[in-house]
């Protein structure tokens, strides 16, 4: 099992930054993807970016430019750096790690929390 525990969040002005950060703790695997998705109201739950443990990245085109992800050195740690954030950045976001085990592609999630950028 792994657990995942986010923080940061909250309600900025368009223009403005947010971190958001994710820590991994339980049975991690060397090899895995961290990644931040997002839920808007009454949409489905879209990737924004993901970084995989041998630093590949992969990022949302709505973010390229805006938003970086990072990990520490340890990998545990992943982190989403937000900068000039538009009311379209609105959502719940959810931290996610995947990572295989026996064989089969496992994704856990966090709780999720909320992003507000008013206009």
């Known amino acids: 099992q792994v657990q995942l525990v986010e923080s940061g969040g909250g309600t900025v002005q368009a223009g403005g930054s947010l971190r958001l950060s994710c820590a991994a703790s339980?049975?991690?695997?060397?090899?895995?993807?961290m990644g931040w998705y997002r839920r808007a109201p009454g949409k489905s739950r879209d990737l924004v970016a993901a970084?995989?443990?041998?630093?590949?990245?992969n990022y949302a085109d709505s973010v390229k430019g805006r938003f970086t992800i990072s990990r520490d050195n340890a990998g545990n740690t992943e982190s989403l750096q937000m900068n000039s954030l538009k009311p379209e950045d609105t959502a719940v976001y959810y931290c996610?790690?995947?990572?295989?085990?026996?064989?089969?592609?496992?994704?856990?999630w966090g709780q999720g929390t909320q992003v507000t950028v008013s206009s």
């Open positions: 970084l995989t443990s041998d630093g590949s990245t």
């Open positions: 339980g049975n991690i695997r060397s090899r895995n993807t």
């Open positions: 996610n790690l995947n990572q295989r085990e026996f064989g089969v592609n496992r994704d856990y």
